[in-house]
C-alpha cells in the first residue's frame, strides 16, 4: 500500500461519511472523470472533495498551465498534503456548500466545469440537496457537472434520491460505462445545462 493510499484509508476509518473512500480513485475513472475539462480557451474548473488528488492531477494535465483552478476540500490534513504537491492550485480548506460566495471573493462569475469528489450517497437528503444548489448555482449556464457512484452503491436510497435530485438539477444527466479497473469499480455521472431554477429549491 502506497502512502497516499494509507492516508486515505486512514481517514476512512476516523470519518467514513466525510472520506467516503477507501483508496484513491485510479488513472482511469479520472480520465472518465474529467473529460468535461476543455483542453482549450481559459476555462473556470471547479474540483470539489479532491481528497489525495487523482483528479486534480488529471484537471492539470488537462489544463497545462491555462485557465483556474479552484480546490475545495473539508479534510485539513488531505488539503494540506494536496497543497504541496500542487502548489498552482487554489485550494480551500471548507465547504463546498460556499462555492458560489468562494468564486465571487476571487472576482470569478461561474465555474464552467465542477469535478465532483464527493461522496454523495453518504450525506444525508438536506446534505445533499444544500451541495447540489451551491454547485448549481456557481456553474455557468452551459457548463458541465460531473462525478461519480461506486457500483455496489448505486441501489442504496441515498444513490437514488441523488440520481433524482441530478435530475430535477440538469437539463441532461448520463451515466457513462463501469470503470472496472477501480476500487472500488464506479461510473460516472455526467451532467449538463444546469436548470435555472434548481438552485433556488
Not at 3 to 14: D, K, M
Not at 111 to 136: E, K, M, N, T, Y
Not at 178 to 197: E, G, I, K, Q, S
Amino acid at each position: 500500500m502506497n502512502s497516499e493510499s494509507a492516508v486515505l484509508l486512514g481517514q476512512f476509518l476516523r470519518s467514513p461519511a466525510a472520506t467516503g473512500a477507501v483508496a484513491p480513485s485510479s488513472r482511469r475513472l479520472s480520465r472518465a472523470v474529467c473529460a468535461p475539462v476543455p483542453e482549450g480557451g481559459e476555462p473556470v474548473v471547479v474540483e470539489l472533495g479532491p481528497g489525495t488528488g487523482p483528479f486534480t492531477a488529471e484537471i492539470r494535465r488537462r489544463l497545462a498551465g491555462r485557465g483556474r483552478h479552484l480546490a475545495v476540500e473539508i479534510n485539513p490534513l488531505l488539503a494540506g498534503r494536496l497543497s504541496a504537491r500542487h502548489p498552482e492550485v487554489d485550494l480551500v480548506v471548507g465547504s463546498a456548500a460556499d462555492l458560489p460566495a468562494l468564486l465571487a471573493e476571487r472576482g470569478l462569475a461561474a465555474a464552467d466545469v465542477i469535478v465532483s469528489g464527493l461522496p454523495w450517497a453518504a450525506f444525508s437528503a438536506g446534505h445533499q440537496a444544500a451541495l447540489l444548489r451551491a454547485a448549481v448555482g456557481a456553474l455557468a449556464p452551459g457548463g458541465a457537472f460531473t462525478t461519480f457512484s461506486y457500483v455496489h452503491a448505486r441501489a442504496l436510497p441515498a444513490a437514488l434520491r441523488f440520481r433524482r435530485a441530478l435530475t430535477a438539477s440538469f437539463e441532461e444527466v448520463v451515466a457513462g460505462r463501469t470503470v472496472w479497473r477501480n476500487l472500488p469499480p464506479a461510473f460516472v455521472y455526467h451532467a449538463r445545462r444546469p436548470r435555472a431554477d434548481a438552485a433556488l429549491r
